[in-house]
C-alpha cells in the first residue's frame, strides 16, 4: 500500500474505534479485561528487532491499544480531574497540524503564515476572555504583547514564575547596573546578590500544585510558596492584609499567585474588582508580581452577559489587572492535549528570560511585508514546537463568543444542577453533603451553593463507610469518573464538567439517580 492510500484508509480505521454513535454514551474507562489484554500485547524488546510495518501496526493501535485508553474525550460524564473533551473541529484542525507537521520557531513572514495564525488565535482568545486587546492595530495592540502557546497550564506557571522573577528582582536592582541583565543574564544567585533579595515568596492561596512544582524548577523552591488563606471556611481566598504584611519585609521580593479558580473547588482567590484593585496597587508600591493562574476558570469571564452568571463574572472581574496569567486549552477550550496559554503584559520580560543568544540562524528577519510578531522561541520555553494553535484557532472561529460561551454555559448548568441536587434534593440531601459552596459559612448562604459554582462540584456522602468508597465505586461502574480528593482532613468526591458533549437535563438525571442508587445499596447492602 502507497504512503497516500494508508494515511487516507487510517483514518476511517481511526474513526470506527473513536466514534460515539448518536445517542449512545462512551464508557470512562476501559474494563479491567480489556486494559490486561491490551498489556499483554506490548511487545518485547526482542520483537523490535524486524518492523512490523505500517499496517499490522495500525491495526496493533486500533484493535489492542485504543480499547484501552480512558473515555476522556469519548464519554461526556468523564468528570474527572479537568480533562476536557475535543471538539470535532479542533481534532481535525490537528490532524491537519500533524499532516502539514510544522514547526513554529522563528517568525518566517515571507514562508509560513503559521506564527501569524498563532498571533490571531492568541488575540482572538484575549478577546473571548474579555481581556481587552481587541484585533484592529490601534494603541490597545500594546497590551498582552508578551504571549505565547505552552503545553498546559504548568508550563505557564513555570513561565509565569520565571517572568515574575525577572521582573521584581530587576526593579531592585541599583540603578545604572540593569544594562548587566538580570536574572536571565547573571542567574539567580548573582542578580538577588546585585539586587540585595535575600529571599523570593510566592504568596498564593491553594495555588495548585504544579506552581510548587514551577517554583522548584525556576530555582525558587517548592517552599517558597506561601499559603495565606483568608480563613479556613474559605481557604480558596486569598488573605489580601497578609499579603501586605508579607509584601513589607525587607529583602524579600514576592510574586502574588492568584488560584482563578481553584482547582478543588472552582471557587477564586480574589471577590471581585475591588480585590484585584487593592493586590494592583500593593503590588506597585512593593514592587511584586501578580501572576494570575487561571488554567480553567479565568472561563468564567466567557459565560453569556446574564444575570445567571453574574455572580462567576464578578469573581472573575479584575484579573485582567495581572501581569501574567496561565490559561489552558485542552481543558475548557475543549481543543486536544496538549495546549496552554500564556500571556503577559509586554514581551520584553519573556524576552529577558527566554532569549536565544547569538544565534543568528534562529533571529528575526525585519519583515518586509506582514506584521512584526516576535519569534516564539525567544518568548517562550521551546525553541521547536507544534503548531498547537491551529485547533484553538479553529474552535474560536468555529464557534465565536457566542458558541464558546453557551459551551461554557451549559457545564455551568451541569454543575449547579448537581450542586444544587446535592443540597436540596430530597433523595440526596440526606446522603450526601455538598462541601465548600458557600461564600461565607452562613446558613442561608449555604443553602444552595449555586450561584458560586462554576465547573466544579465538591460533596461527600455522609456516612463514613460510603464515603471511604465512594470514588471507587463510580469509577468501578465504567459509565461515569470523579476524582477523589481530601476535605477537611477526610475524602471527597469531586465532580469536573468539562466537555462539550455535555447534556445538562439528561445528564443531570444520570448522576441523580446513580448517586441515589449508591446510597440505596449502601444503605440496603452494607457495602
Ligand atoms: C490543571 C491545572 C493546572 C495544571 O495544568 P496542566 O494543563 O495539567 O499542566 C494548573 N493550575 C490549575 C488551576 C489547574 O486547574
Known amino acids: 500500500m502507497d504512503s497516500e492510500t494508508f494515511l487516507s484508509t487510517s483514518y476511517a480505521r481511526i474513526r470506527a474505534v473513536a466514534s460515539v454513535p448518536p445517542g449512545t454514551s462512551a464508557r470512562t474507562l476501559p474494563s479491567p479485561s480489556t486494559l490486561s489484554q491490551a498489556r499483554s500485547t506490548l511487545p518485547t524488546t526482542a520483537a523490535l528487532l524486524s518492523g512490523r510495518g505500517p499496517e499490522a501496526t495500525l491495526s496493533h493501535l486500533t484493535s489492542d491499544i485504543a480499547p484501552a485508553l480512558a473515555g476522556h474525550n469519548r464519554s461526556g460524564r468523564y468528570y474527572g480531574f479537568v480533562t476536557g473533551s475535543t471538539l470535532p473541529v479542533a481534532e481535525a484542525a490537528d490532524n491537519l497540524v500533524s499532516a502539514l507537521d510544522n514547526s513554529l520557531q522563528v517568525h518566517l513572514p515571507g514562508q509560513s503564515v503559521a506564527t501569524e495564525v498563532e498571533d490571531a488565535a492568541l488575540r482572538l482568545l484575549l478577546e473571548v476572555l474579555g481581556l481587552g486587546l481587541g484585533l484592529g492595530s490601534g494603541d490597545e495592540n500594546g497590551r498582552w504583547e508578551g504571549r505565547t502557546f505552552t503545553t498546559g497550564a504548568t508550563a505557564s506557571n513555570v513561565l509565569g514564575l520565571a517572568c515574575g522573577r525577572e521582573a521584581v528582582v530587576a526593579a531592585r536592582l541599583p540603578p545604572g547596573s540593569t544594562n548587566d541583565g538580570g536574572v536571565g543574564e547573571l542567574g539567580l544567585l548573582g542578580?538577588?546578590?546585585?539586587?540585595?533579595?535575600?529571599?523570593?515568596?510566592?504568596?498564593?492561596?491553594?495555588?495548585?500544585?504544579?506552581?510548587?512544582?514551577?517554583?522548584?524548577?525556576?530555582?525558587?523552591?517548592?517552599?517558597?510558596?506561601?499559603?495565606?488563606?483568608?480563613?479556613?471556611?474559605?481557604?480558596?481566598?486569598?488573605?489580601?492584609?497578609?499579603?501586605?504584611?508579607?509584601?513589607?519585609?525587607?529583602?524579600?521580593?514576592?510574586?502574588?499567585?492568584?488560584?482563578?479558580?481553584?482547582?478543588?473547588?472552582?471557587?477564586?482567590?480574589?471577590?471581585?474588582?475591588?480585590?484585584?484593585?487593592?493586590?494592583?496597587?500593593?503590588?506597585?508600591?512593593?514592587?511584586?508580581?501578580?501572576?494570575?493562574?487561571?488554567?480553567?476558570?479565568?472561563?468564567?469571564?466567557s459565560l453569556p452577559a446574564t444575570s445567571e452568571f453574574a455572580r462567576l463574572r464578578e469573581f472573575t472581574a479584575g484579573l485582567e489587572l495581572a501581569d501574567s496569567i496561565t490559561v489552558d486549552g485542552h481543558k475548557l477550550l475543549n481543543v486536544p492535549y496538549d495546549t496552554g496559554i500564556f500571556f503577559t503584559r509586554t514581551s520584553t520580560i519573556p524576552?529577558?528570560?527566554?532569549?536565544?543568544?547569538?544565534?543568528?540562524?534562529?533571529?528575526?528577519?525585519?519583515?518586509?511585508?506582514?506584521?512584526?510578531?516576535?519569534?516564539?522561541?525567544?518568548?517562550?520555553?521551546?525553541?521547536?514546537?507544534?503548531?498547537?494553535?491551529?485547533?484553538?484557532?479553529?474552535?474560536?472561529?468555529?464557534?465565536?463568543?457566542?458558541?464558546?460561551?453557551?459551551?461554557?454555559?451549559?457545564?455551568?448548568?451541569?454543575?449547579?444542577?448537581?450542586?444544587?441536587?446535592?443540597?436540596?434534593?430530597?433523595?440526596?440531601?440526606?446522603?450526601?453533603?455538598?462541601?465548600?459552596?458557600?461564600?461565607?459559612?452562613?446558613?442561608?448562604?449555604?443553602?444552595?451553593?449555586?450561584?458560586?459554582?462554576?465547573?466544579?462540584?465538591?460533596?461527600?456522602?455522609?456516612?463514613?463507610?460510603?464515603?471511604?468508597?465512594?470514588?471507587?465505586?463510580?469509577?468501578?461502574s465504567g459509565e461515569w469518573y470523579v476524582s477523589g480528593t481530601k476535605w477537611e482532613g477526610r475524602p471527597a468526591c469531586r465532580i469536573a464538567v468539562s466537555s462539550w458533549r455535555v447534556k445538562v437535563d439528561e445528564d443531570l438525571a444520570f448522576v441523580k439517580d446513580r448517586l441515589a442508587g449508591?446510597?440505596?445499596?449502601?444503605?440496603?447492602g452494607g457495602k
Not at 477564586?268 to 487561571?294: C, E, N, P, Q
Not at 532569549?355 to 510578531?373: D, F, H, K, M, R
Not at 449508591?518 to 440496603?524: L, N, V
Open 191 to 301: 542578580a538577588c546578590a546585585a539586587a540585595g533579595v535575600k529571599e523570593i515568596q510566592v504568596l498564593t492561596s491553594m495555588g495548585h500544585s504544579s506552581l510548587s512544582k514551577a517554583a522548584s524548577v525556576v530555582g525558587l523552591g517548592r517552599r517558597a510558596v506561601k499559603e495565606l488563606r483568608y480563613s479556613e471556611v474559605e481557604p480558596w481566598r486569598l488573605d489580601l492584609d497578609a499579603v501586605e504584611r508579607e509584601l513589607q519585609r525587607e529583602g524579600v521580593a514576592s510574586i502574588i499567585a492568584v488560584s482563578a479558580g481553584e482547582v478543588n473547588t472552582g471557587r477564586f482567590a480574589t471577590t471581585g474588582s475591588g480585590d484585584m484593585r487593592r493586590l494592583r496597587d500593593l503590588a506597585d508600591k512593593y514592587k511584586a508580581w501578580i501572576h494570575v493562574d487561571g488554567a480553567f476558570g479565568i472561563f468564567a469571564r
Open 351 to 476: 524576552q529577558a528570560v527566554f532569549q536565544n543568544p547569538n544565534a543568528v540562524y534562529l533571529s528575526t528577519p525585519t519583515p518586509s511585508s506582514g506584521p512584526t510578531i516576535p519569534s516564539p522561541l525567544n518568548i517562550g520555553l521551546e525553541n521547536s514546537r507544534r503548531f498547537r494553535a491551529l485547533p484553538v484557532y479553529a474552535v474560536l472561529l468555529s464557534e465565536g463568543a457566542a458558541g464558546i460561551a453557551d459551551m461554557l454555559a451549559r457545564m455551568v448548568r451541569l454543575a449547579r444542577g448537581i450542586a444544587g441536587a446535592i443540597a436540596r434534593d430530597e433523595k440526596l440531601k440526606h446522603d450526601y453533603e455538598l462541601l465548600a459552596a458557600s461564600s461565607t459559612g452562613d446558613e442561608k448562604d449555604n443553602d444552595d451553593g449555586n450561584e458560586n459554582t462554576h465547573i466544579v462540584v465538591l460533596f461527600r456522602a455522609r456516612d463514613e463507610g460510603l464515603n471511604e468508597k465512594l470514588v471507587e465505586k463510580i469509577q468501578a
Open 518 to 524: 449508591i446510597a440505596k445499596e449502601w444503605k440496603e
